[in-house]
């Protein structure tokens, strides 16, 4: 059974097309790196408290890795079943992480389908060397399942460069409904850009940042792209990012007030300064000093400081913050003092515990 984009709730698709914010979705475990459900229960009543309009589970911050552990499927059920009972409403988008070969990517899709995921974000990972036909063929085996979210992940941390002939190929295939765009380049941001106008799908096809290294500016900036002689323009509407599976509540103002900026076409020097600021934040909890080995960590160290993460174990032991990293977390607190929501945490942390 194929699940059809234009099958999706008005409200979804109307969020969707808006822009929200989605945070990554990480993975809560205890000392034994076993699951710790109520934890992982805890940071999706905090991102849904927070205003996130959607979440991101089983994606890279959520590890790649709980699929060989057995914990795809339990992680994505308990983030569904924790949202329905904290009634967060039917507009919620839920978007779950592919990943793999063709047949375990399709088994993914449709695990994430019958458990009420409204799309499928998919990662290309396991097509490093393969030939561009060859992954279209792949994404519109998936897509044949569930709507598409493409996935453009910085190859640093495992990803494939994949040309703007790609991408228009790509935004091509009628069940893809998003992309995020975060190969941490921006002549590789272009390339998404120019193959969604160049496939004509830039109504259906919204894009997304996931250059973390570059929020605020990718949300603000007009991306305009001449098509048959004529010029069109594109924005990026939110933000699927693991930067924003911390601080979220600050994030969400961050996106409300860069929407009624982008508006009212008035961007202050002000909020154009918030671009560097974010950006450092996520050096320190990225861990760019060491090639982002400790990203994860990273975010883990940042919700363990708010008490919603008892630890900041991956399941790969070797997975931690890097020498040096936790003084760097210490000094964008310092730094920026009005960016995290520690104080919105502390005021809801026994609620969601509960």
Same mark, same amino acid.
């Not at 569904?80 to 070969?101: C, H, N, Q």
């Given at each position: 059974?194929?699940?059809?984009?234009?099958?999706? =709730? /008005?409200? %979804?698709?109307?969020?969707?097309?808006? #822009?929200?914010?989605?945070? !990554?979705?990480?993975? @809560?475990?205890? *000392?034994?790196?076993?699951?710790?459900?109520?934890?992982?229960?805890?940071?999706?009543?905090?991102?849904?408290?927070?205003?996130?309009?959607?979440?991101?589970?089983?994606?890279?911050?959520?590890?790649?890795?709980?699929?060989?552990?057995g914990l795809y499927e339990p992680v994505l059920r308990l983030a569904v079943e924790t949202a329905e009972a904290w009634?967060?409403? =039917? /507009?919620? %988008?839920?978007?779950?992480?592919?990943? #793999?070969?063709?047949?375990? !990517?399709?088994?993914? @899709?449709?695990? *994430?389908?019958?458990?009420?995921?409204?799309?499928?974000?998919?990662?290309?990972?396991?097509?490093?060397?393969?030939?561009?036909?060859?992954?279209?063929?792949?994404?519109?085996?998936?897509?044949?399942?569930?709507?598409?979210?493409?996935?453009?992940?910085?190859?640093?941390?495992?990803?494939?460069?994949?040309?703007?002939?790609?991408?228009?190929?790509?935004?091509?295939?009628?069940?893809?409904?998003?992309?995020?765009?975060?190969?941490?380049?921006?002549?590789?941001?272009?390339?998404?850009?120019?193959?969604?106008?160049?496939?004509?799908?830039?109504?259906?096809?919204?894009?997304?940042?996931?250059?973390?290294?570059?929020?605020?500016?990718?949300?603000?900036?007009?991306?305009?792209?001449?098509?048959?002689?004529?010029?069109?323009?594109?924005?990026?509407?939110?933000?699927?990012?693991?930067?924003?599976?911390?601080?979220?509540?600050?994030?969400?103002?961050?996106?409300?007030?860069?929407?009624?900026?982008?508006?009212?076409?008035?961007?202050?020097?002000?909020?154009?300064?918030?671009?560097?600021?974010?950006?450092?934040?996520?050096?320190?909890?990225?861990?760019?000093?060491?090639?982002?080995?400790?990203?994860?960590?990273?975010?883990?160290?940042v919700l363990r400081r708010q008490g919603l993460l008892q630890g900041?174990?991956?399941?790969?032991?070797?997975?931690?913050?890097?020498?040096?990293?936790?003084?760097?977390?210490?000094?964008?607190?310092?730094?920026?003092?009005?960016?995290?929501?520690?104080?919105?945490?502390?005021?809801?942390?026994?609620?969601?515990?509960?």
């Amino acid at each position: 059974m194929t699940k059809r984009w234009t099958d999706l =709730p /008005d409200g %979804v698709l109307r969020s969707l097309r808006r #822009g929200i914010v989605i945070p !990554a979705h990480p993975l @809560a475990l205890d *000392a034994s790196r076993r699951l710790d459900q109520r934890r992982q229960r805890a940071l999706t009543r905090y991102y849904l408290d927070a205003g996130a309009g959607g979440l991101a589970v089983g994606v890279h911050a959520t590890q790649f890795a709980i699929r060989d552990v057995g914990l795809y499927e339990p992680v994505l059920r308990l983030a569904v079943e924790t949202a329905e009972a904290w009634s967060k409403g =039917p /507009d919620l %988008v839920r978007i779950a992480g592919l990943a #793999g070969p063709t047949r375990q !990517a399709e088994r993914e @899709a449709s695990i *994430a389908r019958d458990l009420g995921y409204h799309a499928g974000m998919l990662s290309l990972a396991a097509m490093k060397g393969a030939q561009e036909d060859e992954m279209i063929e792949h994404c519109r085996r998936v897509a044949s399942v569930v709507p598409l979210v493409g996935f453009y992940l910085q190859p640093a941390v495992g990803g494939v460069v994949l040309p703007v002939s790609f991408w228009r190929r790509f935004a091509a295939i009628d069940n893809v409904i998003a992309i995020k765009v975060a190969p941490f380049n921006r002549y590789r941001t272009l390339d998404v850009v120019r193959g969604v106008v160049m496939a004509g799908a830039e109504d259906r096809v919204t894009l997304y940042t996931g250059n973390d290294d570059h929020i605020v500016l990718d949300l603000l900036t007009p991306f305009v792209v001449r098509r048959d002689g004529a010029a069109v323009t594109v924005r990026i509407k939110g933000g699927l990012l693991g930067h924003w599976s911390v601080w979220v509540r600050s994030a969400v103002r961050l996106l409300e007030r860069i929407h009624e900026a982008v508006a009212a076409g008035l961007v202050s020097p002000e909020l154009l300064a918030v671009d560097s600021q974010v950006t450092d934040c996520n050096s320190a909890f990225f861990d760019v000093a060491h090639d982002f080995r400790g990203c994860i960590a990273g975010c883990h160290e940042v919700l363990r400081r708010q008490g919603l993460l008892q630890g900041i174990w991956c399941l790969n032991p070797e997975e931690t913050l890097s020498p040096g990293q936790a003084a760097e977390i210490d000094r964008v607190y310092a730094a920026y003092p009005d960016a995290n929501d520690d104080a919105f945490v502390a005021a809801n942390l026994g609620r969601w515990l509960s």
